[in-house]
C-alpha cells in the first residue's frame, strides 16, 4: 500500500482511497487536504535536495511512498517541481504537519518513514540530507530518543551510538539505566583486571574501556536532561 493510501485509510478509518483530492470528497475539508498534500510534497521534494543534488531514484523514491491517485500525478509533479528548487522553507511545512497531527504522532511518523526511504535511495545518506530528518523529526515534537528509535530501524545503529557502547537498548527506563550503568561499570573497571594479575596492556585496555563507558553513560544522561550527580 502506497503512503497516500494508507494514508487516507488511517484518516478515514478505512482501506480506500476516495476520487476526490485524495484524502476527503467533504467540500469543508478540501482546503485543509490540499494544504496538507503541499506539505508532504514539499518536505520530499526539499529533502530530494537537501544534498544539492536531485537524483532520479530519489524522485522514483518520492513517488513510490507518496504517490496520489492518477488523477493528481501532474499537480503533484508541478509542485515538486517548484518546491525542489532550493530547501528553503521546509520547517513551515513540517510545522503545518505537526499542527495538524499533533495528536497522532503515528502519522507523523509515517511521513518521516517516507523521507528517509527518500534520503536513502541513491544510496548514500549525506550529512545534509541527516540534518534536515532530524530537524524535521524536532518540528514534528519527536524527542531525540524518539528519532533515534527511528533512525536506528532505517539507519541502523551507528558504531559512537551511546546505548551501543553500553549494549543497552534506546527506550531504557531511567532507573534501569543506572542499574545497568553500574552493572557494566563494575564488570569492566581497571581495578577488577588488575587484581587478575592483568599485564600492563591489557590493563590500559581497560581504562580505554572504561572511560569510553562513561563518556556514553554521559553522553545518555545529557540527551535525558538527567544530571550527572543526580544519577550516581
Not at 168 to 195: C, E
Amino acid at each position: 500500500m502506497s503512503f497516500w493510501r494508507k494514508l487516507a485509510a488511517r484518516l478515514q478509518g478505512r482501506d480506500c482511497f476516495l476520487e476526490c483530492d485524495g484524502f476527503d470528497c467533504g467540500p469543508e475539508r478540501r482546503v485543509g487536504d490540499a494544504d496538507f498534500a503541499m506539505a508532504l510534497i514539499g518536505l520530499g521534494a526539499k529533502l530530494a535536495k537537501a544534498d544539492g543534488v536531485v537524483t532520479r531514484s530519489e524522485i522514483k523514491a518520492f513517488y513510490e511512498v507518496f504517490r496520489p491517485p492518477p488523477e493528481g500525478r501532474a499537480a503533484l509533479d508541478r509542485a515538486f517541481e517548484l518546491a525542489m528548487q532550493t530547501t528553503l522553507g521546509f520547517e513551515g511545512y513540517a510545522r503545518r504537519l505537526a499542527r495538524r497531527f499533533r495528536a497522532n504522532p503515528a502519522i507523523l511518523e509515517d511521513v518521516l518513514d517516507g523521507l528517509f526511504h527518500i534520503a536513502k535511495a541513491d544510496g548514500a545518506v549525506t550529512a545534509s540530507e541527516l540534518d534536515f530528518l532530524e530537524s524535521v523529526a524536532e518540528e514534528f515534537g519527536f524527542t531525540p530518543l524518539e528519532y533515534r528509535r527511528i533512525y536506528t530501524a532505517h539507519m541502523g545503529a551507528p558504531e559512537d551510538d551511546p546505548y551501543v557502547i553500553l549494549g543497552i537498548d534506546a527506550d531504557i527506563s531511567d532507573a534501569d539505566l543506572k542499574r545497568a550503568y553500574r552493572r557494566i561499570a563494575t564488570q569492566n573497571h581497571p581495578d577488577r583486571m588488575i587484581a587478575r594479575g592483568a599485564p600492563p596492556a591489557a590493563q590500559k585496555l581497560a581504562d580505554e574501556k572504561m572511560a569510553a563507558i562513561n563518556v556514553a553513560y554521559g553522553r545518555i544522561l545529557e540527551e535525558r536532561g538527567i544530571l550527572a550527580g543526580a544519577a550516581n
